[in-house]
């Protein structure tokens, strides 16, 4: 499956950004998915996702209560809507997915094969 990441941009602290990612290729029928960010200089971490067979979003701490991923299997489309944003929240955004997978190693980047090519996420203060 190819993914293609979208929505980035340049926002003020407060403000809100909703990204996507389409798949083509496929659906994402049978695939656990998963937003990640990487800021500059920092170690590529979990944001999001969701575990195939199991429709309960998963969250880092970082984000619950502010960022809601969600998912349109017809239009084999991921989305994060980010709200409340924060100059933290800075980084490059991937999209990611997986055939095969554990519950525990859902929060790991390794553990997915496929990635968007990354959109930037700019929060100014």
């Known amino acids: 499956v190819q993914l293609q990441a979208s929505g980035g941009g340049l926002v003020q602290e407060g403000g809100s950004l909703r990204l996507s990612c389409a798949a083509s290729?496929?659906?994402?029928?049978?695939?656990?998915v998963g937003w990640f960010r990487q800021a500059t200089g920092k170690e590529r971490e979990f944001v999001a996702g969701?575990?195939?067979?199991?429709?309960?979003?998963f969250y880092a701490d970082s984000v619950k209560g502010r960022f809601t991923i969600s998912r349109d299997n017809a239009k084999s489309t991921l989305y994060l809507q980010m709200n409340s944003l924060q100059p933290e929240d800075t980084a490059v955004y991937y999209c990611?997915?997986?055939?095969?997978?554990?519950?525990?190693?859902?929060?790991?980047?390794?553990?997915?094969?496929?990635w968007g090519q990354g959109t930037q996420v700019t929060v100014s203060s």
């Open positions: 990611a997915a997986t055939q095969t997978i554990i519950l525990s190693t859902l929060r790991i980047p390794s553990s997915y094969h496929y």
């Open positions: 290729g496929r659906t994402f029928s049978g695939y656990t």
């Open positions: 969701f575990k195939w067979g199991n429709s309960n979003p």
